[in-house]
């Protein structure tokens, strides 16, 4: 006892030890869910991606010491706000938390959460054992009186005040109170249906004590793009290959706008709703290079659209050939008009002709000659370009003038820009141009044409880009695809990450399609199109199923980036009529305007492979068989049990290619698929 | 080119969205291993533990833009340093980085990461490839040259002078400036020769240029305990049973801290070495419970040693019965010759009569007649216990006097302390106690008693306590016994969560050894004991194979918690020879000093399970039959992949238990146990 008086007395001076600690919470929150890497730099910082109107589903383990009940709410509000919105959280199982909030406006997003120990709450569960238990509760009906005088205070003051409620709870009180004696029967029976109540627990819920809450350190972060950001269909075409004609001597002629306004009926007859253009900026002359990627360029060569810059301006400017400023505007208005939006490619490098290689040199990498170095990707060289040295000490003007550049496209009216080789630039620039450009165009959407290293893919997602192309291309057998398709839809990356799906790009040929065979770019164009709400291609090359490479390469032979093509573009194919006919069937159904609702389903033939996607009550079958040269049968099993059909109860099967339709009975069902007739089926499920 | 003029303008005032950003890092540093739980308030801020000599592993993603090398190094040092040290991170493969450090000392070590673009070694990297390539590197050498000055020059620098290293460099790029010239071919050899050597890239590491380094945000935290938090045998006894002594009529006399003395030759030579006392403070006499928890005492009856406090004192006194503090200090002493530990029992929880009741009101809840609220679990009454409050205003003062009473605990000698029920009380209070008093006491270890929900067991571990009880004690068939330890040993939990396993406690007797079947006795203690490097059991209860429940329940009849008990502590039997032979394969087999060097091996009977545990060259393949009354054989698939073992070279395995040796060859083996014989196998891979 002695060294209590000795407590007493040290207690007089406060303790170090205690400063900053909130000793009477008693509530920890953990592991919530979605959150994206609270690594690096500011914790919790990449935020999630959704789409306007969607809702955003949040988890927590939410945990405290005792046996006492918890509330929780889900604080939510955009950038613009200052107040939190609120919705509570539910109890799922396992100290597991559950909530949802509703993201309304374009732009940033923050939630969090809170939460405390719920004493009326916990007050009415412990007498509810009690009860149970046929113990008598007088002494706990005045301490809930104490309770419920809170709750009547509450809803009388001015935040959430509600006359009647006050009202009542007050009476409540006065019940409790009179329950507690031991004499009154009638009001002590009375006074447990009301504390047992249902209503009870939400006046709980309306008017909280809401002692002592731990919030949730981090303000976790919801990036809300428009519609196209999770639902897109691209073509991509040089427009200086856009003429119809042939000049003299069968020479391509150089197209212009205007002739990609006239093969706008094409495209959006096809189901197109962006329009994709390589770099329309001036060319430089200096070491241009010629046909097939020659060094030498033969005089009249047009050059590469990646050679950017000249005397005639930069990437504000505009490659004379193609138009001007205001034709390219009218283009972007006459597309609009088709439903179609036009996207700009920002390839951050410059000929050595550019305006910037003379007006900051010191943005250039410097060879100990003086000279600027060119690029290299050792052994490879690129003497026609000038890379941009990011490790400027001068970076701060670079860092704007890109972003001067890419307002400017805004200005002209562009709000989709599909950026070349992101990953050769630094991170910490792409957050802060996206983020700025978003600031003024929240509309503004990003396309990241990274074919790299998996984790420097998903950083570039991270930071901001709205799409990003991925290893579709390569990914050829079931197996493969498979795979990656759950990496892609079931891990931390869905959160994040919107695959953009290619069969080609005009920089990839790739081996499986260098065959020229028609089954086989049925198959990779139709897999593309129904396993990603973003998809597209490269045309007229891919529907015309151009193919011969260069010799052992990935590349086209007779490249347009190298050369003006002259391509009939009147020609209809098979593939032209699948991509029409599938594009409209996106259109038709929900469940092709999502990515993430993906599940396969097993069948049991290695070159068959079926997904469902289901959206609300329009549930895709696909199957497709990824063979192309040979017919396969086999049987899928079809997730009756998730899908809610009973095992006896038949179902139709309604071929969306071809109209049939099919009753199916069970899980298993038998399919069929020729490569030569159509190796795929769309089943929608009825 | 009249916009350039207008950012140039612009650009004049600094733009406020770059104010803050390190514009040219280039490098990002994610998913940092170990982690634990970023997530609550603090970001990083649990530690893992470990054990003083161990080795940390560290991994982390580690990305950059572009093409470059990167260097990564791991900064670590012990709590009371300023200065960080180093060691390099190795790339593993797909921007994974790994390296390690040794903890030397106890308390907290802290670690983070350093990386940045390695432009010397982005530059060996840029001419091996060109020199393959048969390109000649003149201008590429100058380069070099600029890059070896700078090494020379930080060579040669105050903080890591070596004035041989730095005229080798200064010769280097000399020779790098000759072998530029044209002319000069024996030099251009000769320079490549060094720009391409190992010892090139040894410079580089040595004298990093470390230019725009990135740093991980967090400094993360490692717990380092001394050797007992790893590995310890925990033997539990009521010292007021430990009289060998009957009284008058058979009564069992009030046993003493003299009385445990001498039972320690027994508990030493069964190869304990913690000796664990429930409560040893004044018993209070209000409310006393009697034998098998009667709510009536009767006269004479000792009391629940949890019901903390009367008149003589609390929890900085002791029972008279028990003896003085000078006595239980002599314990301590007389038991550290046997190679024990002597572990106090921290229960915070009041009889009535306790001091801090009177003293301290306001750290007790209050009914509304203004009485203290004992305790309840409804519809449980404990009318012999006050919960302490620690909601109360007073917290400040309640945790300074908690830390107190360790405090003085430590000054008698403990330095194991095995808490009670402390999921009754704050997270926030224990991770604040655990770190004040081991601020002053880094060799004390804390052993949370929790059996609660999952995630509140996780939590006490995370905020400081060194060891934990477990769910073992209800693991009883072998596919939840293997999906637990899997759990424990292989998830997140490693990194925190020390279990403790138990197959009895004063508290529990499981229905498994209701039946007081020998062999199911054998089974569960030798799980225990070889499944878990720390493991304790509750004696003479246990090595006597008491059994006989109170109906109904998992207690103890007669349970000396409510009476004390007269053992026959003289007896050995079966059981106590497995004991003492386990425990000393325990002390010489490094492999069972661990528990997470875990794997189970595939064994095709239902009722067999087999693990394997691997410290070095020491490797353990167990096998138990968990069917306490059948015979059971199958064979066991032995890793030898795994233990470098050729499937055609035969191996000895030898029966620690037994003596037995028996070849064996291949993978697959055949084993048999009889639980009447022995219902185990402990082998030593030889």
Redesign the interface.
């Known amino acids: ?1 002695k ?2 008086s000795s ?2 007395k ?2 007089t001076k ?2 170090l ?2 400063s900053g ?6 509530v ?5 869910s979605p ?1 994206v ?7 919790g910082r990449y935020p999630i991606k959704a789409i306007i109107g969607d809702r955003i589903p949040v988890e927590a ?1 939410i ?1 405290t ?3 006492d009940v918890l509330a929780a709410r889900l604080l939510y509000r955009h950038g613009n706000e200052k107040k939190w919105q609120e919705t509570p959280l539910q109890l799922l199982l ?2 597991r938390w559950a909530g949802a909030f509703t993201v309304e406006k374009l732009g940033r997003y923050q939630y969090t959460i809170e939460a405390w120990v719920d004493h009326i709450a916990s007050w009415q569960h ?1 007498i509810e ?2 009860v ?2 046929g ?1 008598r509760i007088s ?1 706990e009906l ?2 809930g ?2 309770l419920v005088d809170g709750m009547a205070h509450r809803a009388g003051s001015a935040s959430n005040a509600d006359a009647h409620d006050a009202a009542t709870l007050l009476r409540v009180a006065a019940l409790f109170r009179e329950g507690s004696e031991l004499a009154n029967n009638e009001a002590y029976q009375e006074a447990i249906q009301v504390a047992e109540s249902e209503q009870f627990l939400v006046w709980a819920q309306l008017y909280p004590e809401r ?2 809450p731990a919030r ?3 303000e976790l972060n919801v990036e809300v793009d428009r519609a196209a950001a999770g639902f897109s269909t691209w073509y991509c075409l040089f427009p200086r290959s856009a003429s119809r004609e042939l000049g003299p001597g069968n020479v391509p002629v150089h197209g212009n706008f205007g002739d990609v306004e006239k093969l706008l009926p094409r495209i959006a007859g096809m189901g197109f709703d962006v329009l994709y253009l390589p770099p329309i900026h001036p060319i430089g002359t200096a070491h241009r290079k010629g046909k097939n990627n020659s060094v030498t360029c033969l005089p009249g060569e047009p050059g590469v659209p990646y050679g950017i810059g000249s005397a005639e ?1 930069g990437h ?1 400017a505009i490659h004379a050939e193609l138009g001007t400023v205001d034709e390219f505007k009218h283009l972007i208005t006459e597309a609009k008009n088709y439903g179609i939006e036009v996207a700009m490619d920002l390839a951050i490098q410059c000929s050595p002709d550019h ?1 910037w290689a003379k ?1 900051h040199p010191e943005w250039f990498k410097k ?3 003086g000279t600027i170095q060119y690029a ?4 490879k060289k690129y003497q026609d370009i000038y890379p941009v040295y ?4 001068d ?3 670079l ?3 890109l972003k ?1 550049v890419l307002l ?1 496209w805004a200005e002209w009216g562009v709000r989709i820009v599909r950026v070349d080789n992101p ?7 792409w957050e ?1 141009v996206i983020a ?1 450009v978003k600031k003024q165009h929240p509309d503004m959407l990003f396309l990241s044409e990274a074919f790299t ?4 893919m998903q ?1 570039l997602a991270k930071v901001g880009f709205a799409h990003s192309y991925t290893y579709y291309t390569w990914r050829t057998t079931k197996a493969e695809l498979e795979q990656y398709m759950t990496e892609l839809t079931a891990g931390e990356m869905k959160h994040y990450f919107r695959p953009n799906f290619w069969p080609t790009t005009h920089d990839i040929n790739p081996g499986v399609l260098q065959s020229g065979h028609e089954p086989q770019f049925l198959i990779r164009y139709f897999l593309a199109a129904t396993l990603s709400a973003n998809y597209g291609i490269y045309g007229p090359s891919f529907e015309l199923m151009e193919h011969v490479p260069v010799p052992n390469k990935e590349e086209f032979l007779n490249s347009e980036k190298y050369e003006i093509r002259h391509w009939d573009w009147e020609r209809t194919n098979k593939l032209t009529y699948l991509i029409s006919l599938t594009n409209r069937i996106r259109r038709e159904n929900p469940a092709l305007q999502q990515t993430n609702n993906l599940t396969f389903c097993r069948i049991d033939e290695e070159h068959l492979t079926a997904y469902l996607k289901v959206t609300g009550d329009n549930r895709l079958l696909t199957v497709v068989n990824m063979d192309a040269y040979n017919r396969r049968a086999g049987v899928v099993q079809v997730p009756i049990w998730q899908l809610g059909i009973d095992a006896d109860q038949p179902y139709t099967v309604h071929d969306l290619l071809t109209g049939n339709k099919y009753t199916w009975k069970g899980e298993w069902n038998f399919v069929e698929l020729d490569p030569y007739i159509m190796p795929m089926h769309l089943f929608r499920i009825e």
Chains 1, 2 share one sequence.
């Open positions: 006892m060294k209590q407590l007493t040290s207690a406060p303790d030890s205690l600690i909130a000793g009477q919470t008693r920890r929150i953990e592991r919530v959150e890497d609270a690594g690096y730099d500011r914790p383990d945990i010491d005792g046996h396992n100290d412990e054992l009690k149970a238990d113990q002494s005045l301490a009186a104490v002692q002592h949730y350190q981090y301006g504000d305006p007006e060879r100990p000659d290299e990707n050792p052994p990011f490790e400027t000490a970076w701060q003007n860092w704007l003038e001067r400017v990953h050769t630039k630094p991170f910490e620039f802060w700025e290293k998996p984790k420097v950083q």
